[in-house]
Protein backbone atom coordinates (compact mmCIF):
# COMPACT_ATOMS: atom_id res chain seq x y z
CA UNK A 1 0.00 0.00 0.00
CA UNK A 2 2.48 2.47 0.83
CA UNK A 3 4.32 1.77 -2.40
CA UNK A 4 1.30 2.62 -4.46
CA UNK A 5 0.78 5.78 -2.67
CA UNK A 6 4.08 6.89 -2.48
CA UNK A 7 3.91 6.33 -6.57
CA UNK A 8 1.33 9.18 -6.65
CA UNK A 9 2.81 11.48 -3.97
CA UNK A 10 4.29 14.87 -5.81
CA UNK A 11 7.35 16.51 -3.75
CA UNK A 12 6.44 20.60 -3.37
CA UNK A 13 9.45 22.26 -3.37
CA UNK A 14 9.51 26.09 -2.63
CA UNK A 15 11.57 28.30 -3.05
CA UNK A 16 12.63 31.83 -1.57
CA UNK A 17 11.00 34.82 -3.47
CA UNK A 18 7.74 32.52 -4.79
CA UNK A 19 4.34 33.51 -4.04
CA UNK A 20 1.95 31.34 -2.16
CA UNK A 21 -1.33 31.35 -1.23
CA UNK A 22 -2.28 30.05 2.36
CA UNK A 23 -4.83 28.19 3.41
CA UNK A 24 -7.50 29.34 5.77
CA UNK A 25 -8.07 26.69 8.48
CA UNK A 26 -10.83 25.68 10.58
CA UNK A 27 -9.81 26.52 13.82
CA UNK A 28 -8.52 30.54 12.25
CA UNK A 29 -11.02 33.73 12.88
CA UNK A 30 -11.14 34.07 8.87
CA UNK A 31 -13.17 30.55 8.53
CA UNK A 32 -16.64 32.25 8.60
CA UNK A 33 -18.88 30.18 6.71
CA UNK A 34 -19.50 28.00 4.03
CA UNK A 35 -19.37 30.53 1.06
CA UNK A 36 -16.22 32.11 3.00
CA UNK A 37 -13.08 31.85 0.89
CA UNK A 38 -10.93 28.92 1.57
CA UNK A 39 -6.99 30.97 0.52
CA UNK A 40 -5.69 33.94 2.21
CA UNK A 41 -2.94 35.59 0.15
CA UNK A 42 -0.64 36.02 -1.89
CA UNK A 43 1.93 36.15 0.40
CA UNK A 44 6.07 35.81 -0.45
CA UNK A 45 8.08 32.89 0.87
CA UNK A 46 11.10 34.47 2.88
CA UNK A 47 12.46 31.38 4.55
CA UNK A 48 12.64 28.21 3.65
CA UNK A 49 13.50 25.36 6.65
CA UNK A 50 14.68 22.02 6.19
CA UNK A 51 11.40 20.23 7.97
CA UNK A 52 9.17 21.39 5.16
CA UNK A 53 8.55 24.35 6.98
CA UNK A 54 8.12 27.94 5.38
CA UNK A 55 8.09 31.82 6.73
CA UNK A 56 6.09 33.72 5.10
CA UNK A 57 5.76 37.42 3.99
CA UNK A 58 2.82 39.40 2.70
CA UNK A 59 3.18 41.83 -0.50
CA UNK A 60 3.43 45.44 1.87
CA UNK A 61 6.47 43.02 3.68
CA UNK A 62 5.53 42.46 7.18
CA UNK A 63 6.64 38.98 8.17
CA UNK A 64 4.26 36.18 9.44
CA UNK A 65 5.22 35.06 13.49
CA UNK A 66 4.60 31.29 12.69
CA UNK A 67 6.26 29.40 10.62
CA UNK A 68 4.16 27.14 8.22
CA UNK A 69 3.69 23.76 7.27
CA UNK A 70 4.34 23.18 3.29
CA UNK A 71 0.83 20.73 3.03
CA UNK A 72 -1.17 24.43 4.08
CA UNK A 73 0.02 26.33 1.24
CA UNK A 74 -0.06 25.93 -2.63
CA UNK A 75 2.05 27.44 -5.17
CA UNK A 76 0.66 31.26 -7.11
CA UNK A 77 0.83 31.59 -10.59
CA UNK A 78 0.18 35.16 -11.93
Known amino acids: MARAYNKKLRPRNFEVGQLVLKCILPHQVEAKGKFSP ?41
Open 38 to 78: NWQGPFIVKKVLPNEALYLTDIEGRMAEMAINVNAVKRYYV
